[in-house]
């Protein structure tokens, strides 16, 4: 993020996470999700208490909202590697309001 020095106005320099339309890597962050363990996956996420980038509800079908986690072992819509640094974004779970806010 970046500071105008006019108005003090935050810009978001983030090519990768787009909160406005819940995609990271223009990727829906919604739907079926396999979790890997290699530097191979959509993305690496790190799951924190507070101030996640995303709120995370898993869920048993129809994961079709900002945040609802489907997830499966096969036919996923974009996998997830676990992280401890660097993430690509960051999670937080929970059982309602999942989503970006």
Same mark, same amino acid.
């Given at each position: 993020?970046?500071?105008?020095?006019?108005?003090?106005?935050?810009?978001?320099?983030?090519?990768?996470?787009?909160? %406005?339309?819940?995609?990271?890597? %223009?990727?829906?962050?919604?739907?079926?999700?396999?979790?890997?363990?290699?530097?191979?996956?959509?993305?690496?996420?790190?799951?924190?208490?507070?101030?996640?980038?995303?709120?995370?509800?898993?869920?048993?079908?129809?994961?079709?909202?900002?945040?609802?986690?489907?997830?499966?072992?096969?036919?996923?819509?974009?996998?997830?590697?676990?992280?401890?640094?660097?993430?690509?974004?960051?999670?937080?779970?929970?059982?309602?309001?999942?989503?970006?806010?």
């Amino acid at each position: 993020m970046l500071f105008t020095p006019a108005d003090s106005t935050i810009i978001d320099t983030d090519p990768i996470f787009d909160k %406005e339309n819940c995609t990271c890597k %223009e990727i829906p962050l919604y739907g079926k999700v396999r979790v890997i363990d290699n530097p191979y996956a959509d993305f690496d996420v790190k799951i924190v208490e507070v101030f996640p980038d995303i709120n995370v509800q898993k869920v048993e079908v129809a994961a079709s909202e900002c945040g609802q986690w489907q997830f499966v072992e096969y036919g996923e819509d974009f996998t997830i590697r676990y992280v401890d640094v660097f993430p690509d974004f960051s999670i937080r779970f929970v059982t309602v309001f999942p989503g970006i806010y």
